[in-house]
């Protein structure tokens, strides 16, 4: 078992930046790949950006350029820079993490809103 705690999200204005973070119960090591999804209203949740065990990263095109994802192996915790922000990019952002067994694990979320 996996557990995380995100935490980070709140309002901003069009333009503005946040950052969100993902603390894990688990060492890094034990952990294959962690990850930022987001639900909008109405609409399915969708892939953000993920970071894998070798350090590489990966991110939607909705967010390239704008949104960066690191990880501190220290503090099993994974941040979400997330820089120009738009309104479409207000969501509810999860948090999650695949083991070696692809076993997936989620937080809670945490409410990101943008106002125009």
């Known amino acids: 078992q996996v557990q995380l705690m995100e935490s980070g999200g709140g309002l901003v204005q069009t333009g503005g930046s946040l950052r969100l973070s993902c603390a894990a119960s688990?060492?890094?090591?034990?952990?294959?790949?962690m990850g930022w999804y987001r639900r909008a209203p109405g609409k399915e949740r969708e892939w953000v950006a993920d970071?894998?065990?070798?350090?590489?990263?990966n991110y939607a095109d909705s967010v390239k350029g704008r949104f960066t994802i690191s990880r501190d192996n220290a503090k099993n915790t994974v941040y979400l820079q997330m820089n120009s922000l738009k309104p479409e990019d207000t969501s509810v952002y999860y948090c999650?993490?695949?083991?070696?067994?692809?076993?997936?694990?989620w937080g809670q979320g945490t409410q990101v809103t943008v106002s125009s």
């Open positions: 688990r060492s890094f090591s034990d952990i294959k790949a």
């Open positions: 970071v894998l065990s070798g350090g590489s990263t």
């Open positions: 999650n993490a695949k083991d070696w067994r692809n076993r997936g694990y």
